[in-house]
């Protein structure tokens, strides 16, 4: 058996990662349903392990210690990115389409709950395998797995990444489909022209010879990375002595909650004042590194023995919650406007709300390429799938969590 310390871990955790890459660079299906390379790599190590297991043989020890830093550095670059001044963009539609996806995150939990029931199995595997892992993915997930273990839900991180990538694949499959039979059914189409050309000349990135575009220095570029860096690092010291205050308050939230809302903070300060000028896009890089970086390692410690006993309830809660999912639809379809841009908000929706805003992105690409542009629906639905649904569910979650009988 080899023993690994927290580096050797994170290095192994690199290595995963690209093999997770090179797999979806030589198979087409992954790429179409978006699955993401760290879980990918991930799942091909914890399947070793299983193998291994089977034999009686232990192939490696991890040390994850820095596996919640990772997460906790993650979810502190959203709070970061979310800044108050994007909801004065199309900031109405933006509030109702994160009340209906906020309502649909109660009704996933319910319903899952209600499937719980019925197999006779713990009440928060419904909390688990709904919102927790189907709004909110797996970082979402595997963030809130070891508050569901300490609540009786035994193998909730290996529960937590299989409905993840059950729904991803789902979101990126049903979400063009359903909303197609939508338009059809309501008699919409898209833009006059060709919806492949003009989305192209929309989204090409063929830029007009009249516009100049500016290109920071590289000192500039490493003086945003530590601002970003510095900036991160102190909100996640202060909303430490958040997320316990929090806890003395005898509220059972993920680690991350105190960072993320202190990086709120600073980010829409930020705003007001011009103080930091902190860079999204810098802070979205370091971000996402940090995810693809948690991702690889949870996905390696993970036990996939634990799911013995689950794989019916799943498929059932599963089969459930995309055919409610595609049925929402249409009151999202009629409450935000009854137009083509609606319709597209639908598909975006069935993304996120199954799988991650990569699958709601990949979902509005395709309708677009086929029926034309759709602007509207591109500011409204990044900005509720990618920022402000995983607050509201993060705080959804907590109340299950809290307050749901056990």
Not at 70 to 79: D, E, K, N, P, R
Not at 159 to 166: D, E, K, P, S, V
Not at 364 to 391: E, H, S, T, W
């Amino acid at each position: 058996m080899i023993q690994l310390d927290a580096v050797q871990t994170i290095a192994f955790g690199g290595l995963t990662l690209f093999a997770g890459y090179a797999l979806c660079r030589a198979i087409p299906v992954l790429r179409r349903y978006n699955l993401p390379e760290p879980v990918v790599g991930g799942l091909l190590v914890a399947l070793l392990v299983w193998a291994a297991h089977a034999r009686d043989t232990t192939l490696f020890e991890l040390d994850t210690s820095l596996k919640v830093p990772l997460m906790v550095a993650f979810f502190t670059t959203l709070g970061i990115n979310a800044s108050l001044r994007l909801l004065r963009v199309s900031g109405r539609q933006v509030m109702i389409f994160l009340v209906l996806a906020s309502l649909f995150a109660v009704l996933q939990n319910l319903v899952g709950i209600g499937v719980a029931w019925l197999f006779d199995l713990h009440p928060m595997f419904g909390v688990l395998a709904g919102s927790a892992t189907l709004t909110g993915g797996p970082a979402t997930g595997m963030a809130f797995a070891p508050l569901f273990e300490k609540a009786g839900l035994q193998g909730a991180e290996t529960l937590a990444i299989t409905a993840a990538m059950a729904g991803i694949i789902c979101g990126g499959v049903v979400g063009g489909p359903a909303i197609t039979v939508l338009m059809r059914r309501f008699g919409i189409s898209g833009p006059a022209g060709n919806g492949a050309a003009a989305s192209a000349g929309a989204g090409s990135g063929e830029a007009d010879e009249t516009v100049h575009v500016h290109f920071p220095s590289e000192s500039a570029r490493e003086f945003d990375a530590l601002k970003s860096i510095v900036v991160l690092l102190m909100a996640m010291w202060l909303g430490a002595w958040v997320s316990q205050g929090f806890a003395g308050l005898g509220l059972t939230l993920p680690s991350y909650i105190g960072a993320m809302l202190v990086g709120a903070v600073v980010r829409n300060i930020d705003d007001y004042t011009g103080l930091i000028r902190l860079s999204v896009p810098t802070t979205d890089l370091i971000g996402n590194i940090c995810l693809a970086l948690f991702l690889a390692v949870a996905l390696m410690d993970l036990k996939l023995w634990e799911l013995a006993g689950m794989g019916l309830p799943l498929v059932v809660n599963l089969v459930i919650q995309v055919a409610l999912v595609a049925l929402f639809a249409v009151p999202i379809f009629y409450v935000m406007g009854r137009d083509y841009d609606a319709a597209v908000m639908g598909g975006g929706f069935i993304g996120f709300m199954l799988g991650t805003t990569a699958n709601a992105m990949a979902v509005m690409r395709r309708l677009v390429q086929r029926y034309g542009v759709a602007p509207r629906a591109f500011l409204v639905a990044p900005l509720v799938g990618a920022f402000f649904i995983d607050f509201v569910n993060a705080l959804i979650i907590t109340g299950f969590l809290n307050f749901w009988p056990h």
